[in-house]
């Protein structure tokens, strides 16, 4: 089946450690998304590529970092850098020339 | 400055009945695209419905319709004879021309409980 599929569901980590969440697409599609959400509120963007080797910062990108070496995989790492990492993370991804995002169905990280 | 607005953080509706759920947007960019989203405790992001900014009708599809009103900058969406799986979080969320339409930003969401 073709969708987002999004690795782990649920993520625990000691504040100071850094955590990588996965992020793979076999839709084709060109540009990927990180979005962050925080209870009861909307999506704040982290990072966007566009195409392979490119990516740019969203509104919040400030102690993530990511990476785009393959079309199918968006991985978002969250740093030691991140305040409060605490939060739902969703990765979209979208067909340039067309309008919908789909999503994967989230990670969900708690730092203890 | 792109700006989503969604001022109902929760609605009630009874089974079978409609509703509507209110969405404003702020834009200078002459050309944009409008989403609903719904989310339910899963936690997954599903799309809805699309209204293109030039667009001539309201978008429908099946049970869910925008209401589009360019001057008012206005997206609400109506769900027709709510079923009790409907109940969920819903997001409004625009992108636009000015970032290629790369940029979606999203409002705070209306939580729908449907009551049977």
């Known amino acids: 089946d073709g969708g987002i599929t999004q690795s782990p569901k649920y993520l625990f980590r000691k504040e100071g450690q850094n955590v990588t969440l996965s992020c793979e697409q076999n839709l084709n599609h060109d540009a990927m998304y990180w979005y962050r959400q925080d209870p009861g509120q909307g999506l704040r963007l982290i990072y966007y590529s566009q195409i392979v080797n490119d990516f740019q910062k969203g509104d919040i990108a400030e102690g993530y970092s990511v990476s785009r070496e393959k079309k199918e995989s968006f991985p978002l790492t969250v740093t030691s850098a991140q305040k409060n990492p605490t939060a739902f993370y969703l990765c979209?991804?979208?067909?340039?020339?067309?309008?919908?995002?789909?999503f994967g169905e989230g990670s969900r990280l708690t730092v203890l | 400055a792109q700006k989503i607005t969604q001022t109902q953080p929760g609605m009630f509706v009874q089974e079978k009945e409609a509703v509507t759920l209110d969405c404003t947007y702020d834009t200078s960019d002459p050309s944009y695209g409008l989403f609903w989203y719904k989310q339910p405790s899963s936690g997954e992001m599903i799309f809805l419905i699309y209204?293109?900014?030039?667009?001539?009708q309201n978008a429908t599809e099946g049970r869910y319709s925008l209401n589009f009103q360019k001057a008012r900058k206005s997206a609400n969406l109506v769900i027709s004879a709510s079923q009790l799986g409907d109940s969920a979080m819903y997001f409004c969320a625009m992108s636009s021309l000015q970032y290629n339409f790369n940029k979606f930003y999203f409002g705070s969401g209306t939580k729908l409980n449907v009551k049977p």
């Open positions: 979209g991804c979208r067909t340039v020339n067309t309008g919908e995002l789909f």
């Open positions: 209204q293109g900014s030039y667009d001539q």
